[in-house]
């Protein structure tokens, strides 16, 4: 069965204290890994896309890297306004192998910030 | 331009009423997108169109009727909800279904059944 796991799933940093978020997968046909920021009430808000293993993405204070088993969405000296869930999800293939448009996402990681 | 809107951002119905929900892009996207996010749970796939034909239905309740009148355009007609079915309802879209396609939401039509 195809399962996206995240953790912690929740994180307290303090401004300026660097960590990472976990996402695991287990998928029969990987085609896309991506990590969106979702603020409360609002829809994600999309960050980055990873498609072969070893690849790595950054934008500002963020960093995503995949490997063939998970991704981890690096966060260097982050800043209150970095508080959000993050959520991971993968594209699934369909019987055929390709893409059929089924984003299946993990539970999140609510980060909190400290100042 | 990476924008999808939603219209209206709010909306309160009875279990007797009919509404609908919009969604709009410009972006060229042949792909569009509705998905369910209850409080704090993770959005989920309810229907996928693709160029304007509908590719998976993930067995959602034929309360939920959606219709894609054109490229640009998504909506999801609502008739005899439960309270249950409340919740914020998503809409996306992307290039096509290919590989490593982003998917691209709008900020949601928080919907509550009285």
């Known amino acids: 069965e195809d399962q996206v796991t995240q953790s912690p799933e929740a994180l307290r940093l303090q401004e300026g204290e660097s960590s990472s978020l976990n996402c695991s997968y287990t998928?029969?046909?990987?085609?896309?890994l991506f990590w969106y920021r979702q603020d409360p009430g609002k829809g994600p808000e999309f960050l980055f896309t990873?498609?072969?293993a070893g690849e790595e993405k950054e934008k500002e204070r963020l960093k995503a890297t995949l490997t063939k088993k998970e991704s981890f969405l690096h966060i260097t000296a982050p800043k209150p306004e970095d508080s959000a869930t993050y959520l991971c999800?993968?594209?699934?293939?369909?019987?055929?192998?390709?893409?059929?448009?089924?984003?299946?996402f993990g539970q999140g990681t609510i980060l909190t910030v400290h100042p | 331009d990476t924008e999808v809107t939603q219209t209206p951002k709010h909306l309160v119905m009875g279990m007797t009423n009919k509404k609908s929900l919009k969604c709009e892009q410009h972006m060229g996207h042949r792909a569009m997108y509705w998905y369910k996010q209850k409080a704090k749970k993770p959005p989920e796939l309810m229907f996928v169109y693709s160029y304007e034909k509908l590719s998976i239905n993930e067995s959602v309740p034929s309360r939920f009727s959606p219709e894609c009148p054109n490229s640009s355009l998504l909506n999801l007609h609502l008739h005899a909800l439960q309270p249950e079915d409340s919740a914020l309802y998503l809409c996306?879209?992307?290039?096509?279904?290919?590989?490593?396609?982003?998917?691209?939401f709008g900020p949601g039509t928080r919907l509550t059944v009285l």
């Open positions: 999800a993968v594209l699934l293939a369909n019987a055929g192998g390709t893409s059929y448009g089924k984003l299946t």
């Open positions: 996306a879209s992307s290039q096509d279904l290919g590989d490593g396609n982003e998917q691209f």
């Open positions: 998928v029969s046909g990987l085609r896309g």
């Open positions: 990873l498609y072969s």
